[in-house]
């Protein structure tokens, strides 16, 4: 059973990205490399969009996620990752697997980028358990019978998994930052604002190699930076793996000393 992985390396946002050309400008491709959520490529009415990631020198790669998107129960992903830009053969390739298994957004207002600042978005990820020197990466996502696909974010990179899986306990919670205020006369008005998820967990008695790494990606993002994870990466049921992963910010940086050798952190992230 795989333990919990961390995406800090988006290549993503330097690759040369292609799909569907939307003629809204609003909904261009260029919106998956920005770190807003409410902006997004949009397929229009299409319910099936192919992204290709290209790079002109070899990228490692062992795993892709899309942290905000309007799929829903039913949709699939595919991710086929290829050694040269011009290749028609991948060197790897996830199959078609379930993306959105018994999510359907139910926020106020249906399932569109609109939402996605009031939690009215899935994520979904693939994995590999090998690292590939690639050039191209293909991503193909299939939202069936529900329109248009929407798509604010592709992260795409490799992983740090930890030698051990999180403790129990996890802690997972909705911060509403909506204001709400009362009149004189008894009125009562609401402005409506993000809502943002946040995730606490317990990594214990780590080995050295991993107080290493961690501390490598605690260099790396900082307080600012921002990591994909996931707790539950091989679960069987997709909305589980949903529903633990996160991509967001650290709100601490610390690693305590257990005991000779074994290494304690407790992580906080909130949702971007």
């Excluded at 919990?4 to 993503?12: K, P």
């Excluded at 696909?149 to 030698?163: H, K, L, M, N, Q």
């Excluded at 790494?213 to 049921?237: A, E, K």
Aim: charged share 15%.
């Amino acid at each position: 059973m795989a333990n919990v992985r961390i995406i800090y390396n988006n290549i993503a946002d330097i690759a040369a990205i292609t799909s569907y050309v939307n003629p809204i400008s609003a909904f261009s491709i260029g919106n998956v490399q920005n770190i807003k959520k409410s902006s997004v490529h949009r397929s229009l009415t299409t319910g099936l969009v192919t992204y290709t990631l290209t790079w002109s020198a070899d990228q490692k790669v062992s795993a892709v996620a899309l942290p905000a998107t309007n799929l829903v129960d039913g949709a699939t992903i595919k991710v086929e990752l290829f050694t040269t830009i011009d290749a028609t053969t991948p060197i790897a390739d996830s199959g078609t697997v379930t993306a959105a298994k018994n999510r359907a957004v139910t926020v106020s207002g249906g399932y569109s980028a609109s939402n996605f600042p009031y939690i009215g978005a899935t994520k979904t990820s693939v994995w590999f358990n090998t690292e590939y020197l690639v050039r191209k990466v293909v991503i193909t996502v299939n939202n069936g019978t529900n329109g248009y696909v929407d798509c604010a974010r592709i992260v795409c990179g490799t992983y740090w998994e930890s030698g051990r899986q999180v403790s129990n306990g996890i802690t997972l919670g909705l911060t509403d930052n909506s204001v709400i205020t009362t009149s004189r006369a008894g009125d009562v008005y609401v402005d409506r604002r993000y809502v943002n998820e946040t995730m606490q967990f317990q990594l214990q008695y780590l080995y050295d190699t991993d107080r290493r790494n961690l501390l490598q990606i605690m260099r790396t993002c900082g307080s600012n930076g921002l990591m994909y994870i996931c707790i539950f990466p091989d679960n069987t049921n997709p909305e589980v793996t949903q529903t633990y992963s996160i991509y967001g910010r650290a709100q601490d940086n610390n690693i305590e000393y257990a005991m000779f050798n074994l290494y304690n952190r407790s992580v906080t992230i909130n949702s971007w």
